[in-house]
């Protein structure tokens, strides 16, 4: 009998590459692996779920039983990999061993957490899947106070949708702005004021010192010696790409697990794609790198050694307060800025010493001119 290929995860990644794999191979055998429990969603969703009135079961797209129906695959949920043996071509699962023809990892980053004095720590929640959103969204009944810590992309997109779903929010973060590693502070000021029009209040500078349950909720008590009542605390201080199983199977890793441009490992026969993975030196935590690669590793896994390249990648962040597109830098590319327009309209352009446009920033009704601007950015890895 022939080894499946095997993909651990069922995200965005893992269902998408089964996806563009069955369009091209329709009978090799396929097993995905999941710790949760397998069911089909968009991860961009879980920030917009309060605004659209939505708990987890109404972003669910399929069950996990329509998925292995529709991938004609074997689809086993709630189940953890143990260890990885790439010298004999399979895995563990406690004491069961699986092989594989290819194995794919797909698992995805995990949340940062740092540790918080006091003793409320069961009321601060990361959302990161959609079984932390229904948790969450459990927790949150009848409450209206939360504190969201970190001002970067998901706290921001975050603090937008809870305060549109009827929460009083505040923001803390130990940053000068918001979304500090991703945006010019112009366009960073502007979606600010567009989320502190909404009612959110920003805390940064200082950070979360304590949080500790009183008789009407919690109170956080920050490094500025200010306190924040607040009923339950949302953590989006960033995500870690996953890498200790593929460490303790002896594959490179750096920030990410280290793949090629064909998204193989140091090991011949195993790949990896998504949030895990860090491509050529670039790990990208956002829904269009990762469709790319979903695309060209499918066609190595059909048998066309296929390797992935990078257009131009720009970020859609969903903070309709303030809307804004961001397309970074490249890697070790740096240009001088120069901020048009007024208000929350704004266009924060980086331009390098050839006057070609290397990056962009577009806030409110200059979101428009992003298809324009596209087609002036280089590749992010051509």
């Known amino acids: 009998m022939t080894s499946p290929v095997v993909i651990i995860g069922t995200g965005l990644a893992g269902y998408n590459l089964a996806r563009e794999f069955r369009k091209l191979d329709a009978q090799t055998p396929l097993l995905l692996i999941t710790a949760d429990d397998g069911r089909s969603y968009s991860k961009p969703m879980l920030s917009m779920g309060f605004a659209k009135q939505k708990d987890a079961d109404g ?52 949340t940062v957490q740092v540790p918080i004095e006091g003793d409320a720590g069961e009321w601060v929640f990361p959302i990161n899947d959609l079984e932390d959103y229904a948790r969450f969204r459990a927790a949150a009944v009848g409450k209206q106070r939360v504190l969201i810590l970190g001002a970067g992309l998901i706290g921001c997109e975050f603090a937008n949708d809870m ?24 366009a960073a000021a502007a979606v600010q004021a567009g989320l502190e029009n909404l009612g959110v209040r920003f805390h940064l500078g200082p950070v979360l010192n304590r949080l500790q349950q009183v008789a009407n909720g919690l109170e956080a008590h920050l490094s500025d010696g200010s306190v924040i009542a607040c009923d339950l605390v949302v953590s989006a201080i960033g995500l870690r790409p ?16 280290s793949v090629d441009r064909e998204l193989r490992t140091s090991h011949a026969n195993i790949f990896a794609l998504g949030d895990c993975a860090e491509v050529d030196g670039i790990n990208l935590l956002y829904v269009m790198p990762l469709m ?19 257009g131009p990648m720009p970020i859609t962040v969903k903070t309709p307060a303030c809307p804004l597109v961001v397309s970074p ?17 704004l266009k924060v352009l980086c331009h390098g010493a050839d006057g070609n446009l290397l990056s962009y920033a577009l806030t409110g009704a200059a979101v428009m001119e992003k298809l324009a601007l596209n087609r002036l950015l280089p590749p992010v890895m051509a």
Request: a negative charge; hydrophobic letters at 40%; aromatic letters at 4%.
């Open 163 to 186: 305060s549109v779903g009827g929460f009083q929010v505040d923001v803390v973060a130990p940053c000068e702005q918001v979304m500090p590693t991703l945006l010019h502070p112009a």
């Open 292 to 310: 790319s690669c979903a695309r060209a590793l499918a066609q190595t896994l059909a048998g066309k050694p296929t390797a992935v390249a990078y």
């Open 329 to 345: 830098p490249p890697q070790g590319h740096e240009g001088t800025w120069r901020v048009e327009g007024q208000g929350s309209d």
């Open 59 to 110: 972003l669910v797209m399929a069950e996990p039983g329509a998925m292995a129906e529709q991938l004609n695959a074997e689809i086993r949920t709630h189940t953890r990999i143990s260890g990885i043996d790439p010298g004999h071509k399979r895995l563990w699962i406690g004491e069961e061993a699986v092989e594989y023809r290819e194995l794919v990892l797909a698992w995805g980053a995990q």
């Open 242 to 257: 996953r890498i200790d199983l593929a460490a303790a199977a002896g594959l490179q890793t750096n920030r990410g697990v």
